[in-house]
Nanobody, 124 residues
Framework: QVQLVESGGTLVRAGASLRLSCAVL????????MGWFRQPLGKEREFLAA????????VLTDSVKGRFTVSKDIDKNTLYLQMNNLQLDDTAVYYC?????????????????WGQGTQVTVSL
């Protein structure tokens, strides 16, 4: 059984940095595409970032380009989302996702496994 466990979400001030982690249990992330999504309260889930199966290619949504980076550590079987210069609009529940396919994916329906989410709140 594949499990994704996010951590690192917390309350931070605007302008701060935060790193989210997504530990994967039950499956190696060596040959999987992975991604991050977020869902602000009362809004739909939105794509943030994706990484191809070997970690050489990334895609970021325009609103986080230059501020967020996505990476993975094969040895730790963990996906990361480094978030810098956080803004009020970044407040949301953040989810990691794993695809059983190799290609980079930006749509939620392309992912097969999801974590439970971690709350990030940005305040003034």
């Amino acid at each position: 059984q594949v499990q994704l466990v996010e951590s690192g979400g917390t309350l931070v001030r605007a302008g701060a940095s935060l790193r989210l982690s997504c530990a994967v249990l039950g499956r190696s992330i060596f040959s999987t595409a992975m991604g991050w999504f977020r869902q602000p309260l009362g809004k739909e889930r939105e794509f943030l970032a994706a990484l191809n199966f070997i970690g050489t290619d990334t895609v970021l949504t325009d609103s986080v380009k230059g501020r967020f980076t996505v990476s993975k550590d094969i040895d730790k079987n963990t996906l990361y989302l480094q978030m810098n210069n956080l803004q009020l609009d970044d407040t949301a529940v953040y989810y990691c996702a794993l695809s059983e396919h190799l290609a980079i994916a930006t749509k939620a329906h392309d992912y097969d496994h999801w974590g439970q989410g971690t709350q990030v709140t940005v305040s003034l």
